[in-house]
Nanobody, 121 residues
Framework: QVRLVESGGGLVQAEDSLRLTCVASGRRASNYDMAWYRQAPGKEREIVASIRFSFRGDIISYADSVKGRFTNSRDSAKHTMYLQMSRLRPKSTAIYYC????????????WGQGTQITVSA
């Protein structure tokens, strides 16, 4: 079992910055794939950024809508993932969720409870 706790959300103005944190506890491993998703009111959950484990080094990807503004990173020693968000837009308003795919011994997917970000114009 992996438990995920997100923090760092809040109410900000357009062009502000925020940093989200996701801390994993329980079964901790260094080879998780981790990701940030978000769900805006009335819309489906969408992926924002991901970190995929690779023996050659993490592979980080972003949704086109956040490229150049968001930076995803993790500290494996602390089992923590971060999402640094800059130049936030009202369209960024959503609940942001941390996601972990634990590859073994049985592949399992875990979600955090989410943290609300509201961006005012």
């Amino acid at each position: 079992q992996v438990r995920l706790v997100e923090s760092g959300g809040g109410l900000v103005q357009a062009e502000d910055s925020l940093r989200l944190t996701c801390v994993a506890s329980g079964r901790r491993a260094s080879n998780y794939d981790m990701a940030w998703y978000r769900q805006a009111p009335g819309k489906e959950r969408e992926i924002v950024a991901s970190i995929r484990f690779s023996f050659r080094g993490d592979i980080i990807s972003y949704a086109d809508s956040v490229k150049g503004r968001f930076t995803n990173s993790r500290d494996s020693a602390k089992h923590t993932m971060y999402l640094q968000m800059s130049r936030l837009r009202p369209k960024s308003t959503a609940i942001y969720y941390c996601n972990v795919i634990d590859p073994g011994p049985v592949r399992s997917i875990y979600w955090g409870q989410g943290t609300q970000i509201t961006v005012s114009a």
